[in-house]
Structures are given as structure tokens and as C-alpha cells.
């Protein structure tokens, strides 16, 4: 029986139909199928490379978890350093002091958040040393600084020059005192991507005590970098009941969840939306079969009389119809991978060509498109092309097994 359904059904394909309004019906039905696949299967990709850049470029840059003094500073640092670093699923731990400040370079006025660190800890929990556009960093002095990329482009400040920062004394309740001030040599730029660049400068911590008046053994708080950077908010509240400071919790949700946030959002409305697409491609195999199933009623009739059962019949206009969506589904999952493959050359020649990046640095981190294809992912939405596909089949295939061989046959 399926292999008499399956020959009838390879017959009817490729017999030409009378009428051209099917044969444009079948057509449109197998590239909207087709379309959706590929399409669906580039978005998926592109959304998995995004989350895949956010993890190797922004969140290895910035703290995963970190541990900020409320009010007293945190003092005899490097035994509470060891404490933490011996807490399950922590990496690396890093202490840190830091405070908002002006740069000044000539005219040129920049405020920053500035970040005084240690740097041989500082590699540890983070790789912002990889991302140096100028300069080296294999050592810190008291009066070197490092700059985002975006701050030394607004000064317009080079390695090898000296700026001025402008840090603010307050006191006890929080008011404005005084200022410090000191000369910086610019030793490197970092360019990591996006607001990073643009608000951000890391100097030695000991200087940066020093003109805050902290005292020798004091830091503001302790970076980590953690074995899973999704296990952040469940480990910052474990890393704070070990704490023996009055401290804030901060994690990198707090501060860029946003990001990963709405690569999930889009990821779920991309989904939705295209697999709606390939539902309506769908339905056109409904309005092709009905369509053949009303062309084809003398020769249902005919089988039907021939002792060919109705089961027969329904399996043979499941086959033809299915095999609209087998085709376009196929069609699709190729372009599609090809697509995710080159996604990133076709952007970049684009980019050329337009002469400027569609990505914008000073609010993306990243400036091109990144693409990471997943088998999974092309499994499933041919899964779920084929699924639709052999649904739509169902209805049609049903009144093709209905027809009334007595009043088909009695007609002509």
C-alpha cells in the first residue's frame, strides 16, 4: 500500500497540471518554505554568535562578580583575597579600588570612571590586556594609565603623552571638599568595544590610594572571574555570607544583563515569527492539494472502483503534498547554512562598500556580525518544517479518500 501511495504520489508531481494557477500555487508554497528554513536558520545562527562574542569579548573583560565596601573600606585584603579565592566555582579574584574623575588633555575635557588595579591580578580576571590598540602592558607604573579607546579618541591623546586627572575629595556625609590632581603618562589603549571604551581608564591602585588618601592596607572591593559566568548571581550571594565586610553585591547581570537579555528576546520573537512565515508557506500546500484532489477526481474515482483503498488514497496526496515541504525544507536548510557561514565575509564587503559599519562601535561591543551555526538548530527547524508540511497534507489527503466514485464517474 505505501509503495503504490508513494508511486501515485511521484506520478501526480510530475505530471503537469491542466490548470497554471496550481502549478503557482505549488511553487510559491515550496520557495515561502524554503525561504523561512534559510532564514530562520541565519537568524538562530547569528543570535548564537552574538552570545558567543558577548561571552569571549565582553565578559572576558569585564568582573563576573564583584565585592564593593558599602562604607568602611576593606582592610588586611590579602588574607580575605585567599579566603575567596578558595570558594567553590571561583577562578580568580582580584582587588580594586575605584572612583569617577575628569581627564583633562589640552583643552579637551573627559569625564571617566577610573579603576585602580593590580595588574598581575588584574590578568587573571580579566583579558582587557589582549585588546591593546597601542602601547604595551607588561608593567603599571605609579604614573602610567591606560585608556579606553573611545576617551583617548575624544582627547585626542597618544601613547607616550601626559594628561591631567581630577579626582574629588568628599567627606564623611558625601559633600564636595577639595580635588587632587596628578600627571599621567598615557602607556596604552585598549579598545574593547562599545561603552567600555568611552568611560573607562585603569591606573596602578597604589596611586590611586594614594590620592584618595586611602590608607596602606585599604581596597574598595574584590573582582572575580568565575568557572561559569551564568552561576554569577547565586555565587555573588554565596561570595557575600563569606565576607566579613559590609559589602554590595554587584554581578555582571546587573551591569550587562541587558545584553544577554535581549539576545534571548529577539532570539524567541525571531523564532516565533519566522516559524509563523513557514505556516503560512504551509498553508499553500492545503490550497495546492485541494485544488489537485478536485483535477484528480476522475482518476481517485477510478482507483477507488479498482479496489484501491481509501487509506491508499489518503497516503498518496500526504506524499505529494509532503514532498512540497520535503523539497523546500531541504532547499532552505542548504541556504541557510550557507548563509551562516559566510554571513561574516558578506558583512564585511558590504561594510566596504558602504564605506561605514551598519554596527555602530560606541554602543555595540562588537562592530560586525558574528555567526555561530549549530546542528541542533538546523535539525530543528527542518523539524519543524517537515511537521507543518505533513500536517497540511492531512486535511486535503482526507476528502481525496471521500470522493463518490458513483457521482465522479456518473458526471462525465
Keep these: 500500500m505505501a509503495n503504490l501511495a508513494w508511486q501515485l504520489a511521484k506520478r501526480y508531481r510530475n505530471t503537469r497540471h491542466s490548470s497554471g494557477f496550481i502549478r503557482f500555487i505549488s511553487a510559491s508554497s515550496t520557495s515561502g518554505i524554503a525561504l523561512g528554513?534559510?532564514?530562520?536558520?541565519l537568524a538562530l545562527s547569528v543570535m548564537n554568535g552574538f552570545e558567543l562574542a558577548l561571552k569571549q569579548r565582553l565578559l572576558s573583560v569585564i568582573p563576573h562578580v564583584e565585592l564593593e565596601a558599602v562604607q568602611q573600606k576593606i582592610t588586611d585584603w590579602p588574607r580575605k583575597q585567599q579566603q575567596f579565592a578558595a570558594v567553590a566555582g571561583v577562578e580568580a579574584v582580584a582587588p580594586y579600588i575605584k572612583t569617577n574623575g575628569m581627564l583633562r588633555f589640552?583643552?579637551?575635557?573627559?569625564?571617566?570612571?577610573?579603576?585602580?588595579?593590580?595588574?598581575?591580578a588584574e590578568r587573571k580576571i580579566s583579558d582587557f590586556a589582549g585588546y591593546i590598540s597601542a602601547g604595551q602592558l607588561d608593567t603599571l607604573a605609579d604614573t602610567d594609565v591606560v585608556l579606553g579607546q573611545g576617551i583617548a579618541d575624544a582627547l585626542g591623546a597618544k601613547v607616550g603623552q601626559q594628561v591631567q586627572l581630577l579626582l574629588p575629595k568628599l567627606t564623611d556625609d558625601g559633600r564636595l571638599a577639595s580635588h587632587a590632581s596628578t600627571s599621567l603618562t598615557v602607556s596604552a589603549i585598549v579598545a574593547v568595544g562599545g561603552q567600555l571604551d568611552y568611560s573607562q581608564i585603569w591606573l596602578s591602585m597604589p596611586t590611586l590610594a594614594q590620592l584618595l588618601e586611602f590608607q596602606p592596607d585599604a581596597i574598595q572591593g574584590f573582582a572575580f572571574r568565575l568557572h561559569d559566568v551564568f552561576a554569577a548571581p547565586a555565587l555573588a550571594r554565596e561570595l557575600g555570607r563569606v565576607s566579613e565586610d559590609y559589602v554590595y553585591l554587584l554581578d555582571w547581570f546587573r551591569t550587562q544583563?541587558?545584553?544577554?537579555?535581549d539576545i534571548q528576546m529577539v532570539r524567541s520573537i525571531l523564532y516565533l515569527v519566522l516559524a509563523l512565515v513557514i505556516a503560512v508557506a504551509c498553508f499553500n500546500i492545503v490550497a495546492t492539494l485541494v485544488m489537485a484532489v478536485r483535477e484528480k477526481e476522475g482518476d481517485i474515482a477510478i482507483l477507488l472502483t479498482m479496489g484501491v483503498s481509501p487509506a491508499t488514497i489518503i497516503f498518496t496526496f500526504m506524499w505529494l503534498g509532503w514532498l512540497n515541504g520535503l523539497v523546500g525544507s531541504l532547499l532552505g536548510a542548504v541556504a541557510g547554512v550557507l548563509l551562516a557561514s559566510y554571513i561574516e565575509p558578506i558583512f564585511a564587503l558590504l561594510t566596504q562598500w558602504l564605506g561605514q559599519s551598519l554596527l555602530d562601535p560606541s554602543i555595540y561591543f562588537i562592530n560586525f556580525i558574528p555567526s555561530l551555526l549549530q546542528w541542533q538548530d538546523v535539525v530543528l527547524t527542518l523539524g519543524v518544517a517537515l511537521l507543518m508540511s505533513l500536517l497540511a497534507t492531512l486535511y486535503p489527503a482526507w476528502r481525496a479518500s471521500k470522493v463518490q466514485p458513483a457521482r465522479v464517474l456518473g458526471q462525465r
Excluded: C, F, N, W
Excluded at 37 to 41: E, R, T
Excluded at 257 to 261: A, I, S
Design 37 to 41: 528554513v534559510a532564514i530562520l536558520i
Design 106 to 120: 589640552g583643552a579637551a575635557v573627559k569625564a571617566a570612571e577610573v579603576r585602580g588595579i593590580a595588574l598581575d
Design 257 to 261: 544583563g541587558h545584553v544577554y537579555q
